[in-house]
């Protein structure tokens, strides 16, 4: 038997292999030297599986998600936005949002011809009506 798996069994038998496994890591002895280190294509050999909830797609991660948050109000631990707390989130977001000068800009132009558009149809629409 490989010393790993013997490492393995052993901290099984001692009754805390379960937390010490799932504490440590497994490693092989071909990989165990570029664990964390960026493999020749340049992607990290650490946390590349197929597997778990980061390789799931969007749509599922936010069906799981949206699953977590509808049994945590069932339990009663969700948490419940008050009007003031939901005040300042909104007054953050707004600061933060208003600080891209380019957005703010387009955001204006946008109104400006909106308002516009509409100030020109009503006049339009007066002088229709004094004929």
Known sequence: ?????????ELQ?????????EREPMT?????????EASGDGR??????????AAMSPERQKQIASEGGRAAHRQGVAHEWNSDEARK???KGGEKVSQNREHM???GRRG?????????????SEERAED
Do not use: H, L, V, Y
Request: aromatic content about 2%.
């Open 1 to 9: 038997m490989p010393a790993d798996q013997r490492d393995q069994s």
């Open 13 to 21: 038998n001692t009754g805390r292999g379960q937390e010490q496994m």
């Open 28 to 36: 092989n002895n071909r990989n165990s030297s570029m664990e964390g």
């Open 44 to 53: 990290s050999t650490r946390g590349s599986s197929n597997r778990g909830f």
């Open 89 to 91: 989130a909104g007054r």
């Open 105 to 107: 800009s387009e955001i």
């Open 112 to 124: 400006g011809q909106s308002s516009g558009g509409r100030r020109n149809r009503n006049q339009q």
